[in-house]
Antibody, heavy 120, light 108 residues
Framework: EVQLVESGGGLVQPGGSLKLSCAAS????????MHWVRQASGKGLEWVGR??????????AYAASVKGRFTISRDDSKNTAYLQMNSLKTEDTAVYYC???????????WGQGTLVTVSS | QSALTQPASVSGSPGQSITISCTGT?????????VSWYQQHPGKAPKLMIY???KRPSGVSNRFSGSKSGNTASLTISGLQAEDEADYYC????????FGTGTKVTVL
């Protein structure tokens, strides 16, 4: 069964840091690009960023709203993707989903999401 | 990159057909036939319903169909059923990705 499981969410103060993990199973993780998408409570989906596979040089890209503060990485030996979030702002409060990108330019597999709350 | 524009809400009676629009620009929806649509029930992760503008993944009902004209993509749900009540989001490739503002579908 194809599965993505996020972890690492929680409460953090403004200006703080948090690292999310996304554990994958059931597919060839090393060959897949992985993306992060977030959703603030009652709001829409927002693309956060992505990391490509080793074959594509582990290239990363980020939304303007998080560029310079967030970093996506991966450990193919552990079938896990990460989202390192620094200099967090209250507006980063959201459920964060990891998702597997398909060659058809879509997101077929999603995790259950992990809640990040940035508040003092 | 600005979010794609969707109507906030659309409603219909069981058995009816509804259409959700998704308006972008010549830099996203208009440039690529790479619009996908996602269904999201409350508290759940999104589910892919349409990819590459009009294709359905295995297991998705043929009551769901997608199309595109110019800078606007559309999702049509025919034979509306109670379980179709959910939020729907379009998404377009544009170098990176941009999602729509979301549409709440209500089955009357």
């Amino acid at each position: 069964e194809v599965q993505l499981v996020e972890s690492g969410g929680g409460l953090v103060q403004p200006g703080g840091s948090l690292k999310l993990s996304c554990a994958a199973s059931g597919f060839t993780f090393s060959g897949s690009a992985m993306h992060w998408v977030r959703q603030a409570s009652g709001k829409g989906l927002e693309w956060v960023g992505r990391i490509r596979s080793k074959a594509n040089s582990y290239a990363t890209a980020y939304a303007a709203s998080v560029k310079g503060r967030f970093t996506i990485s991966r450990d193919d030996s552990k079938n896990t993707a990460y989202l390192q979030m620094n200099s967090l702002k209250t507006e980063d409060t959201a459920v964060y989903y990891c998702t597997r990108h398909r060659p058809q330019y879509d997101f077929y597999t999603w995790g259950q999401g992990t809640l990040v709350t940035v508040s003092s | 990159q600005s979010a794609l524009t969707q109507p906030a809400s659309v409603s219909g009676s069981p058995g009816q057909s509804i259409t959700i629009s998704c308006t972008g620009t010549s830099s996203d929806v208009g440039s690529y036939n790479l619009v996908s649509w996602y269904q999201q029930h409350p508290g759940k992760a999104p589910k892919l319903m349409i990819y590459e503008g009009s294709k359905r993944p295995s297991g998705v009902s043929n009551r769901f169909s997608g199309s595109k004209s110019g800078n606007t993509a559309s999702l049509t749900i025919s034979g509306l059923q109670a379980e179709d009540e959910a939020d729907y989001y379009c998404c377009s490739y544009a170098g990176s990705y941009v999602f729509g503002t979301g549409t709440k579908v209500t089955v009357l």
